[in-house]
């Protein structure tokens, strides 16, 4: 499985932007997507995962109810839209394949098969 993301950029804080994750290659259906993000100094977070089906999602508390992971069933493209971004949303964001588990597990990401590129996300006060 090959992970491409892309959608990083400059915004404001209260702007939006959309992150996106293209999945090519055969995926278990026991897999999940998983968006992580590392701020320079920061441990890294488990953002947001959405299962291959689509049908289960996981949110942080930290961006419940400004970001909503979705896919595309279609083209196998996930996508993180970003709302009322704030300038402690700013890092690296990776989208991962991973074993749908617990949050706790996915968190450690020690079964995170593939990883895709960082996209930098950097929102300005």
């Known amino acids: 499985v090959q992970l491409q993301a892309s959608g990083g950029g400059l915004v404001q804080s209260g702007g939006s932007l959309r992150l996106s994750c293209e999945a090519s290659g055969r995926t278990s259906r026991g897999y999940a997507i998983t968006w992580f993000r590392r701020a320079p100094g920061k441990e890294r977070e488990l953002v947001a995962a959405?299962?291959?089906?689509?049908?289960?999602?996981y949110y942080a508390d930290s961006v419940k109810g400004r970001f909503t992971i979705s896919k595309d069933n279609a083209d196998n493209t996930i996508y993180l839209q970003m709302n009322a971004l704030q300038p402690e949303d700013s890092a690296v964001y990776h989208c991962?394949?991973?074993?749908?588990?617990?949050?706790?597990?996915?968190?450690?990401?020690?079964?995170?098969?593939?990883w895709g590129q960082g996209t930098l996300v950097t929102v300005s006060s």
């Open positions: 959405i299962s291959w089906s689509g049908g289960r999602t």
């Open positions: 991962a394949a991973q074993p749908w588990a617990t949050a706790q597990a996915m968190e450690r990401a020690s079964g995170v098969r593939y």
